[in-house]
């Protein structure tokens, strides 16, 4: 019993040296590792609320979107508008350039609700080629009205003003839409030239018929009046064609023709038994003139010396409404 107390203690004895022993080493460290830190993504950068460029809103977007909106409203096409024609045209035609990116990154810069300008470019020589290309296609020269003859009445071709399109303007202002994308459609303008003759301003013409001694003054193309007259005899027919009145006189003296029929005749002053009544309007056929006759009863007969004879009164009202270079047609109706 004493042996195993003995053994006892010793153990216990070594227990305790070993106990103090570990006491005295210090502690095993443990090592923790922290998780990886993540910094926050910073929001994308974009253009201030309410900043327009050029017009084009772009508030709220990034530079990418910012600058391709505004060159989308640069890359519309331009309208110009001449009379009832409209024409649009690309701006590519024009070698437009944007210096779009600068002035995004301007816009990124400046206070909400700054409105931007932004100025394009073109080459000007291809703005005034494409001006030239217009005047090309409605430039034309004034057209006068032309009086023929048509199934024995005055017929007037149509009359075309002229017009040369302001070129310069066309510059100017297709130029301007271009740089500043406002895209306003261009109202073309021209200058316009009348033409000399119309179809209102035609003036009187005369159409004699000789086989039915018929004379109508016309307005043109539009009736005014008929009147019975008295034509050549077959012997002294009245000329056929186109003539014109040459000359008008009031009361005028009768000389006698250098013709068979008039040898021995002397020359008649004015007044009552005038072979040629009051009024003489000589034609460009000659010899030959539209007149008044005392001579009425031949009236609607072809019974005169070559000349178109009319009742004095008759003369006298035409003689008013006609003048020098009115056109006369005598035709054989």
């Known amino acids: 019993m004493k042996r195993l107390a003995l053994v006892l203690i010793a153990l216990l004895a070594a227990g305790a040296s070993s106990s103090i022993?570990?006491?005295?080493?210090?502690?095993?460290t443990t090592t923790t590792t922290p998780p990886p830190t993540t910094s926050p993504t910073p929001p994308p950068t974009v253009v201030p609320a309410g900043v327009t460029l050029a017009g084009v809103p772009i508030?709220?977007?990034?530079?990418?979107?910012?600058?391709?909106a505004v060159l989308d409203s640069f890359n519309q096409p331009v309208t110009l508008r001449f009379e009832k024609t409209t024409i649009q045209v690309a701006p590519s035609l024009f070698s437009l350039s944007v210096p779009v990116d600068s002035a995004v990154a301007r816009a990124l810069t400046v206070p909400p609700g700054t409105p931007?300008?932004?100025?394009?470019?073109?080459?000007?020589?291809?703005?005034?080629?494409?001006?030239?290309k217009l005047a090309a296609r409605f430039d034309r020269k004034p057209v006068s009205s032309r009086l023929l003859l048509r199934n024995v009445k005055p017929y007037v071709t149509r009359s075309l003003v002229g017009r040369k399109i302001?070129?310069?303007?066309?510059v100017r202002d297709l130029t301007d839409e271009l740089v500043h994308a406002t895209r306003t459609t261009i109202g073309v303008r021209a200058k316009l030239t009348k033409p000399t003759v119309t179809e209102k301003t035609i003036g009187p013409v005369i159409v004699i018929k000789r086989g039915s001694n018929l004379l109508t003054l016309y307005d043109g193309a539009h009736v005014v009046r008929r009147f019975g007259v008295a034509t050549g005899q077959a012997v002294y027919p009245t000329p056929l064609g186109k003539f014109q009145i040459v000359v008008m006189w009031r009361n005028p003296w009768w000389y006698p023709p250098a013709s068979p029929w008039a040898a021995g005749e002397k020359p008649v002053p004015p007044g009552p038994g005038n072979p040629l009544g009051t009024r003489w309007m000589g034609l460009s056929a000659s010899g030959v003139g539209i007149h008044g006759t005392p001579n009425d009863g031949s009236i609607g007969y072809s019974l005169s010396h070559g000349c178109i004879r009319?009742?004095?009164?008759?003369?006298?009202?035409?003689?008013?409404r006609v003048q020098i270079g009115?056109?006369?047609y005598i035709v054989g109706a």
Request: net charge negative; no cysteine; glycine share 8%.
């Open 21 to 28: 022993a570990l006491a005295d080493e210090p502690p095993p």
């Open 59 to 68: 508030g709220g977007l990034d530079p990418g979107t910012a600058a391709q």
């Open 116 to 132: 931007l300008a932004l100025r394009a470019a073109v080459h000007r020589s291809l703005v005034r080629a494409f001006a030239a």
């Open 166 to 170: 302001d070129q310069p303007g066309i």
């Open 310 to 320: 009319m009742h004095i009164p008759d003369a006298e009202w035409l003689f008013n």
């Open 326 to 328: 009115t056109p006369v």
